[in-house]
């Protein structure tokens, strides 16, 4: 066996166990909340409760590395939404995938609102990753004609997160329509109608 390749194996067997370990919290932290055992998130993973407080020391490593995950995952559907769909449409899907995100965070909130220095940097990890990918899926859907020219990729980021807040008494289903009346506010004033489907 080549030198090398004990180590290669171990590095990807080592982020195969993350990317469960992250997977199971995920799932897990929606079912169960945060302060889940600890067995539950790794039986689930297929791992052991070693490994787990080894890639994640404290709890909130791995739900920053949760909230992180759901991030990277929105911001890097862009460029296939992008390749897929027209982009009025690329756009709407986007939008729909953040606010799926946002939702998932409800169960996260008390976590990541418990003053912990562990998440104090999510606030720019957030705009530095979803930025880009929604102002690039913003500027073709303008350079197209089909939604208005006069909001920020920013303001826009920021609307949704508002309009995603939880409403008492109600699901994260109530947002999604809600969210859905403002990227339809998106299409008028556009300078080109879109096609009639």
């Excluded at 992180?68 to 939008?95: M, T």
């Excluded at 606010?99 to 008390?110: D, H, I, P, Q, W």
């Excluded at 990227?183 to 096609?195: E, I, M, Q, S, W």
Aim: a negative charge; charged letters at 25%; glycine letters at 8%.
């Amino acid at each position: 066996m080549h030198p090398n390749t004990t180590p290669r194996r171990r590095r990807a067997d080592a982020r195969r166990n993350v990317d469960a370990l992250i997977e199971a919290a995920r799932s897990v932290f929606a079912t169960s909340g945060v302060d889940a055992p600890a067995k539950e998130i790794t039986d689930l993973a297929g791992v052991g409760v070693g490994t787990l407080y080894r890639h994640f020391p404290q709890r909130s490593d791995l739900v920053k590395a949760v909230v992180e995950s759901g991030i990277d995952a929105v911001a890097d559907a862009g460029p296939e939404l992008s390749a897929a769909h027209e982009p009025a449409e690329a756009l709407a899907q986007w939008i729909h995938r953040f606010t799926e995100l946002l939702a998932t965070k409800r169960g996260l909130a008390s976590a990541l609102h418990s003053g912990d220095p562990a998440f104090s940097g999510l606030p720019g990890y957030f705009m530095q990753r979803l930025g880009p990918a929604l102002a690039a899926l913003l500027d073709a859907a303008v350079a197209d004609g089909t939604v208005r020219d006069d909001i920020s990729a920013e303001d826009l980021l920021h609307a949704i997160t508002q309009l995603s807040q939880p409403v008492p008494g109600r699901e994260p289903e109530h947002n999604q329509r809600i969210v859905a009346v403002l990227v339809d506010g998106l299409r008028h004033g556009a300078t080109r109608r879109p096609p009639a489907r």
